[in-house]
């Protein structure tokens, strides 16, 4: 097979910064680029990522399921669901899946704890404030230890709620369940990062080993934008690509660049409201890296997933998780006029009021997630998309939030997984069907060795 052009693991280099590269066609080996044409050999290249998004406090389902199974072209979309509109034969909405064992199973209270825990191991959680928490490995982590060999990051672990791994936060049941998603191994909850200027530095800082790293006043020098450290090896390196590839690193690099404009300006907003004054709204290109998360937290979201987006286009890593909130979250949604907290309102007890303010909160997050999809679908790999080339699984460990119910749980999976997956419909399944099957299926079509997953009993039908 004849080389190719330039290496999969080129990195841009510079002041001791070293950034990743999105895929090319020039990392292409060329006979493979000739068997079909140019984006279709890239396409054949680009490896399969995997995304995991929660949200907190379970779903109006009378607003999240739609009308009829099958082709959700067939109806208009749900109340919730209507902002994914323009994506929705990049998505499957599957009813029926169930976390068996985030139901008490005789432990008592603590459904928020149980759901977050559960959600991704199918495992109860040991009922524990202190020592001896305990679930299981986590679908994430099972990917990871077959699709991370080859990355920069195993896994990318990211959210907007800080939330400690000690002391009780759900009727007996440690923090560590219900700020966390991801399980490494039974005892091992993965920590997750809340700020996005610590994940872009961790993404897109100083390369190991650099000079400069024992240097704080150079650190902050070369950190005021990482772009312009690796510029002229970036220009350099554009000489030597076609004129799609040069337009594929131009879309990167802008992505990097906004990034840093978008931290740059969260800073300033941040600054000027504690000072008492309004924004400017424009960023000083002479700050040091902010050292504030945004304020607004749909921009919060969106850096998250932004970054999210670009650490699978540079292949930093294969596999992320992302929490919306943390499980249990009190939050309140000022932006869209909601000053309650989250939580009491999903307990509405069939109130009208309550549900029309958990709806709302339900399309807003549906909004944050539309972003990220369409983000990620606008990024051309070979003849797809990035999305295309992407298994991401989005939903609640609660169904109602009223009953704390953990059947029929409201779960949607976008993208093509590299072209293996027929989406564009609503699948129901009998009630109480592991959710865990849906992993396995992920498993067998991503060719990870892996039969069973927590309480997992088989494969899904009707997704691939």
Known sequence: MTEPKISRRTLLRGAGVALSLPLLEAMVPLNALAMSGPRAGAGAAAPVRLAFLFVPNGMNMADWTPAAEGALSKAPLPYILEPLKALQNKIMVLSGLTQHNAFALGDGGGDHARSAAAWLTGTHPVKTSGAGIKAGISADQVAAQFLGKTTRFPSLELGIERGGLAGDCDSGYSCAYSNSISWRGPSTPVAKETDPRLVFDRLFGIEEGSDIGEDANLRALYKKSILDAVMEDAKSLDKKLGARDRGKLDEYLTGVREIERRLQLAQVQNTEAAKGGAATGAADPQLTRPTAMPADYSEHVRLMGDMMVLAFQADLT????????????????????????????????????????????????????????????????????????????????????????????????????????????????????????????????????????GDSTGKLAQLF
Request: hydrophobic share 35%.
């Open 318 to 453: 294969r596999v992320s998780t992302f929490m919306f909130a943390n499980e249990g979250s009190g939050r309140a949604y000022k932006q869209i006029g909601i000053a309650e907290g989250h939580h009491e309102l999903s307990h509405h007890g069939k109130s009208t009021e309550k549900i029309e303010k958990i709806r709302q909160i339900n399309r807003f997050h549906a909004e944050q997630l539309a972003y990220v999809l369409q983000k990620m679908d606008s990024i051309r790999e070979g003849n797809g998309t990035l999305l295309d080339n992407t298994l991401l699984v989005y939903g609640a460990g609660i169904c109602d939030g009223d009953r704390h119910n953990h059947d029929d749980l409201p779960i949607l999976v976008a993208g093509g997984g590299g072209g293996s997956v027929q989406s564009g419909k609503h699948v129901v399944y009998p009630n109480k069907t592991p959710m865990t099957n849906l992993f396995v299926s992920m498993f067998d079509r991503m060719q990870i060795p892996v039969e069973k997953i």
